[in-house]
């Protein structure tokens, strides 16, 4: 963590001691309760609409008692400093990609990561909205963190200054991904090799070279203007990049209950408005980099994909110790893909 914002999580944890002392003797905390919400996208993404949809449900609905700040684009924290903030209680409230968790101890979210696993949204949503996604969820409890939804971005194109039609053509190229195991071997069964990097670092390293391709979400890329300096993208969908609304569960749970319960609802409506915006954000934002026209956009035949699935698979027996062979073979049953 830098410097200044040790500084701030240790006032923040102050502050916070003090409206937990205010809740426990039964006052009223003086000022209105405040959710700093951090995030690293653009505003203009999936998970940034839904974050300030969320500001909006939870201002009006609990009568201005509560106030959610919302701080997009790293501005206060990268991806793994947020982490620890949130357990600090720095802010209270993040929506990490589901790749970002092993950090935490709770691997089995790598799950998600897995090449192919959701042949499509409904799969996904069988997993996250049922048993298995409540399971995982309730995992993070032991690490001082409540898990409060699902947010849904897309699934994955792959972008370099090549085509990248056949695995081979992924042979010796420097693919930035996020923090996950998972993905580095996904990376390393195609022969490429994987450099993990905070997200707001991955537009400048593809602009200097440090990497040459990398995988995302069309939103993602467009907004951080990957493709103007990735000159070939290809239609992959070959994984899936989602989210888990977390909050840091000391505060959540020293909240009054009716305070509690109207954020919950809130919660439910944004899950819901991120649901309904997701896909037609990344099918805009392909159009959006295709309009631009910096970047030829390839899609897959058949065979083509075929021969991507081939060579993706090994990840699975190699992964699936770490993860746990009941997760993974849970989800795949559940969602019924590779
Ligand atoms: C990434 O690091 O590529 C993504 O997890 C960013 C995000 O939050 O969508």
């Known amino acids: ?201 991955t537009a400048s390293a593809l602009r200097d070279g440090v990497v040459q391709g990398t995988e995302n979400t069309p939103s993602n890329m467009y907004t951080q203007r990957m493709h103007e300096t990735q000159t070939h993208l290809t239609v992959s969908n070959h994984g899936y990049l989602g989210y888990a609304v977390i909050v840091n569960k000391k505060f959540w749970d020293g909240l009054p209950a009716g305070i509690r319960r109207t954020l919950e609802r809130a919660m439910v409506e944004a899950t819901a408005y991120e649901k309904a915006i997701a896909q037609r954000a990344n099918d805009d934002a392909l159009a959006a980099i295709r309009r631009a026209g910096t970047t030829q956009i390839h899609t897959l035949t058949p065979q083509q994909q075929a021969a991507w699935r081939r060579a993706m698979a090994p990840v699975y027996a190699r992964m699936e110790q770490r993860i746990g062979k009941d997760v993974v073979g849970a989800i795949r049953r559940e969602a019924g893909g590779l």
Not at 4 to 30: D, I, T, Y
Not at 46 to 61: I, S, T, V, W
Not at 117 to 140: C, D, H, M, W
Request: one cysteine or more; proline letters at 6%.
């Open 1 to 201: 963590m830098r410097p200044h914002h040790l500084a701030a999580a240790l006032l923040a944890c102050a502050g916070l001691v003090l409206s937990f002392g205010a809740h426990a003797q039964g006052r009223k905390p003086a000022g209105p309760i405040v959710i700093k919400f951090s995030h690293v996208v653009a505003p203009d993404t999936p998970k940034g609409r839904a974050a300030e949809r969320f500001k909006l449900l939870a201002e009006q609905m609990s009568g201005g008692r509560v106030r959610v700040e919302v701080y997009p684009n790293s501005q206060l924290y990268r991806d793994r400093e947020e982490l620890e903030a949130l357990q600090l209680g720095a802010v209270q409230m993040l929506a990490p990609s589901l790749a970002k968790f092993s950090p935490l101890g709770v691997k089995e979210f790598e799950a998600f990561d897995l090449p192919y696993i959701f042949p499509s949204k409904q799969a996904l949503y069988a997993v996250t909205e049922g048993r298995i996604g409540r399971g995982l969820l309730r995992k993070l409890e032991t690490k001082g963190i409540t898990g409060l939804a699902y947010w849904d971005n897309g699934f994955k194109i792959m972008s370099a200054n090549k085509p990248l039609l056949a695995p081979a053509d992924f042979g010796g190229l420097r693919m930035r991904i996020q923090s996950s195991r998972v993905l580095d071997e996904q990376m390393r069964v195609l022969g490429a090799q994987p450099l993990a990097l905070a997200f707001s670092e």
